[in-house]
């Protein structure tokens, strides 16, 4: 059975102040959480899991060769320079991502120099997807570092979070939820060396699916620390 779990702008904005990470511009339509089960909320296309610390949505492969800027964009991004494209909302994306306590820039600056840390939360991004069977992937797997000459390196991204800036929440109008090369208004970020260079990451194609094919894409926290016993 489904209902409603806290969808007014009420506590949305308080979730906005504590977190200090927009959830949505004045001018945008509430996101209604709907809760599927005990640990699972559904936010528009996109399905959080508390227990699991998991963000999914559906999108699909978009590219399979050439350079790419962008993992994951909506048909208002560079649909051209990414690997993936989502019906998926970034406003719904950067909902869940605060009610799994992900925190973002957290009022911090968004670093000036290539060589500075991205300030945020690390996710490990997965692709899933039906070929004969179910298969899944890391999605660098499918990314070439074109300096280096070899696989993007295995590792997590950064989830810094998009900003409200003139009365638009600026990833909803860009359509940028991962970029690949330092994009402080998309919603996470590529924190490896070369992500100053729009030539340096091209599609990767060994093992990737053909092109238009359906993958749920899934953003991974890490687990909460578990807490300390006290002792008696």
Same mark, same amino acid.
């Not at 102040?17 to 001018?27: R, T, V």
């Not at 959480?33 to 492969?61: C, H, W, Y």
């Not at 957290?106 to 899933?128: A, C, D, L, W, Y």
């Given at each position: 059975?489904?209902?409603?779990?806290?969808?007014?702008? #009420?506590?949305?904005?308080? #979730?906005?102040?504590?977190?200090s990470i927009p959830?949505?511009?004045? /001018? /945008? @339509?509430?996101?209604? &959480?709907? %809760?599927?089960?005990?640990?699972v909320?559904?936010?528009?296309?996109?399905?959080?899991?508390?227990?699991?610390? @998991?963000?999914?949505?559906?999108?699909?492969?978009? +590219?399979? /060769?050439?350079?790419?800027e962008?993992?994951? &964009?909506t048909?208002?991004?560079?649909?051209?320079?990414?690997?993936?494209?989502?019906?998926? %909302?970034?406003?719904?994306?950067?909902?869940a +991502?605060?009610?799994?306590?992900?925190?973002g820039?957290n009022?911090?600056?968004f670093?000036?120099?290539? @060589?500075?840390?991205?300030?945020?939360?690390?996710?490990e991004?997965?692709?899933?997807?039906? /070929?004969?069977?179910?298969?899944?992937?890391?999605?660098?797997?499918?990314?070439?570092?074109v300096?280096?000459?070899?696989?993007?390196?295995?590792?997590?991204? &950064?989830?810094?979070?998009?900003?409200?800036q003139?009365?638009q929440?600026?990833?909803?109008r860009?359509?940028?939820?991962?970029s690949?090369?330092t994009? %402080?208004?998309?919603?996470?970020?590529?924190?490896?060396?070369?992500?100053?260079?729009d030539?340096?990451?091209?599609?990767?194609?060994?093992?990737?699916?053909p092109?238009?094919?359906a &993958?749920?894409?899934?953003?991974r926290?890490?687990?909460?620390?578990?807490p300390?016993?006290?002792?008696?």
């Amino acid at each position: 059975m489904k209902n409603t779990f806290r969808s007014t702008r #009420l506590v949305a904005l308080a #979730l906005a102040s504590i977190f200090s990470i927009p959830l949505f511009a004045a /001018d /945008d @339509t509430k996101p209604v &959480v709907e %809760q599927i089960s005990k640990n699972v909320f559904q936010i528009g296309l996109v399905r959080m899991d508390k227990a699991a610390r @998991t963000v999914r949505f559906p999108a699909k492969i978009c +590219m399979t /060769d050439g350079w790419i800027e962008y993992l994951v &964009v909506t048909e208002k991004g560079k649909t051209h320079e990414s690997l993936l494209l989502t019906a998926a %909302q970034p406003q719904h994306i950067q909902v869940a +991502m605060i009610l799994l306590n992900a925190k973002g820039l957290n009022s911090r600056p968004f670093p000036e120099k290539h @060589t500075e840390p991205i300030p945020g939360e690390q996710v490990e991004v997965q692709i899933f997807w039906k /070929d004969e069977k179910e298969k899944s992937a890391r999605a660098e797997s499918f990314i070439e570092n074109v300096t280096a000459k070899a696989p993007m390196t295995k590792g997590p991204f &950064v989830f810094n979070g998009s900003r409200i800036q003139e009365g638009q929440f600026i990833a909803q109008r860009d359509g940028s939820i991962l970029s690949l090369i330092t994009d %402080q208004d998309a919603l996470f970020n590529n924190p490896r060396p070369g992500r100053e260079n729009d030539e340096n990451w091209k599609v990767l194609a060994k093992g990737l699916p053909p092109l238009n094919t359906a &993958v749920i894409v899934e953003f991974r926290l890490p687990p909460l620390p578990k807490p300390v016993e006290k002792s008696q």
